[in-house]
C-alpha cells in the first residue's frame, strides 16, 4: 500500500515552454501534498505544500508564478513550471501525506528528471 | 530553529560488517522521525518511522532506534544491495499545538557496501 506514482518520469522542453507534472496517490487519499526539487548529491528541498481545494503554501525563495500547483482532488497535485529555463532543470520528487490515527506518513513518487535547453 | 544533522556523510562498508548511522535534530516539539532510503535517480523509499524516545522498529537487516536528540540506523551484516543513500527527517508540531506537516530533512548518509 501507500503507492504515489509521478508522471512523466523524464521531460526535455525548450527555454521558455511550460512543464506540467503530475503527482498521483494510487491507493490513498492524500488531502495534502509537497512538491520537492533536488540538484545532484544534495537532499530535498522543499518548495511548497499542496492542500486540496486549496492554495498551495510556498516556501521562502520559491516563486510562486513560476512553479503553480493545483491539487483539485484528493488523489492528484500537478506541478506546472512556466517559462522554464535552463536553471530550472532539476529533479523534482512529490510526496503524499497518508494519514492513518496519529501517524503523518509521506510517501514520494519516483521523481520526474525536468531538462531544459 | 529546527535542524537534523546526519553522519558520516559517506560510509564505505565491506559486506557483512555491520555499522550504524546517526541522526541528531533539534525541533521544537518532535511528532514524529522519519528514515528513508533513496537510489540514485529514484524517489525516497519509506522506512521507518519513530515517534517517541525509546522506540525502536526492525525491517530485515535494518533496526531504527530513537533518543530525545538522536536517531540511529543500524545495519547488521549488510549485503551489497543496501547500498544507497539513508535519509533521515523530523516532523514538528506546530506551535498551536496542531498539525505541522512539513519534514525537515537531513544531507543523508551515502552508504557504500562492497562485496
Known amino acids: 500500500g501507500a503507492v504515489v506514482s509521478q508522471h512523466p518520469s523524464r521531460v526535455i522542453c525548450k527555454s521558455g515552454t511550460s512543464v506540467k507534472i503530475e503527482c498521483r496517490s494510487l491507493?490513498?487519499?492524500?488531502?495534502?501534498m509537497f512538491w520537492y526539487r533536488q540538484f545532484p548529491k544534495q537532499s530535498l528541498m522543499l518548495m511548497a505544500t499542496?492542500?486540496?481545494?486549496?492554495?498551495?503554501?510556498?516556501e521562502q525563495g520559491v516563486e510562486k508564478d513560476k512553479f503553480l500547483i493545483n491539487h483539485a482532488s484528493l488523489t492528484l497535485s500537478t506541478l506546472t513550471v512556466t517559462s522554464a529555463h535552463p536553471e530550472d532543470s532539476s529533479f523534482y520528487i512529490c510526496?503524499?501525506?497518508?494519514?492513518?490515527?496519529?501517524?503523518?506518513?509521506?510517501?514520494f513518487g519516483p521523481g520526474t528528471r525536468l531538462t531544459v535547453t | 530553529e529546527d535542524q537534523v544533522t546526519q553522519s558520516p556523510e559517506a560510509l564505505r562498508l565491506q559486506e557483512g560488517e555491520s555499522s550504524s548511522l546517526n541522526c541528531s535534530y533539534t525541533v521544537s516539539g518532535l511528532r514524529g522521525l522519519f528514515w528513508y532510503r533513496q537510489d540514485p535517480g529514484k524517489g525516497p523509499e519509506f522506512l521507518f518511522t519513530l515517534y517517541s524516545a525509546g522506540e525502536e522498529k526492525e525491517k530485515e537487516r535494518l533496526k531504527a532506534t530513537l533518543t530525545k536528540k538522536e536517531s540511529f540506523l543500524h545495519i547488521t551484516a549488510p549485503k551489497p544491495e543496501d547500498s544507497a543513500t539513508y535519509l533521515c527527517?523530523?516532523?514538528?508540531?506546530?506551535?498551536?499545538?496542531?498539525?505541522?506537516?512539513?519534514?525537515?530533512f537531513g544531507a543523508g548518509t551515502r552508504l557504500a557496501v562492497h562485496p
Open positions: 510526496s503524499a501525506q497518508h494519514r492513518t490515527g496519529y501517524s503523518y506518513e509521506q510517501y
Open positions: 491507493d490513498f487519499q492524500a488531502t495534502t
Open positions: 527527517a523530523v516532523q514538528a508540531i506546530g506551535r498551536l499545538g496542531g498539525g505541522y506537516n512539513k519534514l525537515i
Open positions: 499542496s492542500n486540496e481545494g486549496s492554495k498551495a503554501t510556498y
